[in-house]
């Protein structure tokens, strides 16, 4: 399976629904014209990320609310991927992303760490998700996760196992200068661990990381796709909206994992049965 994956580097208008839905079909388009099949937007990329009490006015359920209609008719003609407020059936919010394909949502992955330290105060108005897997599309096999998510390792290893060829990253990083080189500290760490979860696990990595200010938070953007090999093939420019396209060819998943087997060779019953043991032989500590 060949195709091509756009990343939509965007910045968007809090809370404003109508207005980001209209902004992620042009841009949909545009990718469409440059020949993608796919296109991946950032996290909470149809709300805007400082929402606070706006999350729960601008939560919808994908399943069934009629204002997603356009994004829907746009992924009969390209793949989407897109960050929203979910209003569950369990009534609660989440801050999720969502796979639109055929005119279908496909999956719904809800982000399982949603951060409330320094900074982040997520937990205060979303729900945690509470499982991760992968999922069939035309595309292949694909893996969603959002953000912190991606500070986890057990996630995007989970996505693996599970058959995921390609782990999509839906970000909203804020910018945070640190130390006195050139270089964005958050650009380095970020693109290093992607890096490093793309060669371990023999998968693209799509990382989507929006860009604007909101509430005096600037978001850096530097969007990137790496290869199972680990090498970074496309990056967008830091702080600057753009639309990048780049080539997937599931032949180079295939290619790096018998080049180095370590993936192929992961015994998941290991693991497994040391998770167990950890989980029931674990003393917390006194306080």
Not at 145 to 165: F, T
Not at 208 to 220: I, L, S, T, Y
Not at 242 to 262: K, M, P, T, W, Y
Request: glycine share 8%.
């Amino acid at each position: 399976m060949k195709f091509r994956a756009a990343l939509a580097q965007v910045d968007v208008r809090v809370g404003d629904l109508k207005a980001n839905i209209e902004k992620h079909c042009a841009v949909a388009d545009r990718a469409l014209k440059s020949g993608a099949q796919l296109i991946v937007f950032p996290e909470l990329s149809l709300t805007g990320y400082t929402l606070r009490d706006l999350a729960m006015e601008t939560a919808v359920n994908p399943l069934k609310d009629k204002l997603l209609d356009p994004l829907r008719n746009v992924s009969r003609s390209i793949s989407l991927v897109v960050g929203m407020v979910e209003s569950g059936d369990d009534h609660g919010v989440y801050n999720a992303a969502v796979f639109f394909e055929d005119g279908e949502v496909r999956h719904v992955h809800r982000k399982v760490y949603p951060p409330t330290y320094g900074m982040f105060e997520e937990g205060r108005y979303f729900s945690p998700g509470k499982d991760v897997r992968a999922f069939h599309s035309k595309l292949g096999r694909l893996g969603m996760l959002v953000c912190e998510d991606l500070w986890h390792v057990s996630l995007p290893y989970l996505l693996a196992v599970d058959g995921a060829e390609i782990i999509c990253s839906l970000t909203a990083s804020p910018t945070r200068l640190a130390g006195d080189g050139d270089e964005l500290g958050n650009a380095t760490v970020n693109h290093e661990h992607h890096r490093v979860y793309a060669r371990l696990l023999s998968t693209y990595v799509l990382f989507a990381n929006r860009v604007g200010f909101e509430d005096g938070v600037n978001f850096w953007g530097g969007s990137a796709a790496f290869s199972p090999s680990g090498q970074m093939i496309a990056h967008a420019p830091l702080f600057n909206e753009e639309l990048i396209v780049v080539g997937v060819d599931s032949n180079e998943v295939q290619r790096a994992r018998r080049f180095s087997r370590h993936f192929l060779d992961e015994n998941i019953d290991l693991m497994k049965n040391n998770l167990l043991r950890i989980s029931t032989s674990h003393v917390p500590p006194s306080s």
